[in-house]
């Protein structure tokens, strides 16, 4: 995901719709024929060709934001953990560690899976593949194939899934990320 803001973003972002919240207290662009669907903690994004794949439910792009937690619990419910966490869970990647700094918690499904620190729109963040999980009381593996961040504020961070086929529009949308209050 590029996640600069380089000036042709913000020109092909110009004639997007803007959706605002200060319930949810985030900013961010959106093409102007997505549909939105607030959630009970979460906020969709839903491309309308995503209307057109019948196996796909749900929407596109999540945005949960979690207010007054500290940063260990945002890492916790967003499944991130530290390297070290990750050592001490024994959840390391199968092919170890490179200089990561994070990790998304893996499952007996799978390992860890290594994230990237980054910058969006001036916000510190974490970045990662979706891992492998199993779910559910018989255990089904489930494999989902997207992303995601974590972006840090001052005392709220903002949780955002993103479906792979989406990348580039999520790539644009995720350059007016804002904050706020």
Avoid: C, H
Avoid at 77 to 103: I, M
Avoid at 115 to 135: D, F, H, Q, V
Avoid at 151 to 173: L, Q
């Amino acid at each position: 995901i590029d996640t600069s803001t380089p000036q042709t973003t913000k020109t092909e972002t110009l004639n997007w719709e803007t959706y605002r919240s200060e319930k949810y207290g985030f900013e961010i662009k959106y093409p102007p024929n997505w549909q939105i669907a607030e959630g009970t903690d979460f906020i969709g994004f839903r491309s309308p060709e995503w209307d057109k794949e019948p196996k796909l439910d749900g929407p596109t792009i999540t945005v949960s934001i979690w207010k007054n937690i500290s940063k260990e619990d945002a890492l916790l419910n967003s499944a991130f953990e530290t390297k070290e966490e990750a050592v001490r869970e024994q959840d390391v990647p199968l092919g170890g560690f490179g200089n990561e700094k994070y990790l998304v918690r893996g499952s007996s499904a799978g390992p860890a899976v290594p994230a990237k620190e980054i910058t969006i729109n001036g916000y510190p963040a974490i970045i990662s593949e979706m891992p492998t999980r199993l779910y559910g009381a018989e255990g089904y593996a489930g494999a989902s194939e997207g992303k995601q961040i974590l972006i840090m504020g001052v005392g709220e961070y903002a949780y955002i899934r993103i479906e792979t086929s989406y990348f580039e529009i999520f790539g644009k949308m995720i350059a007016t990320f804002k904050f706020v209050k």
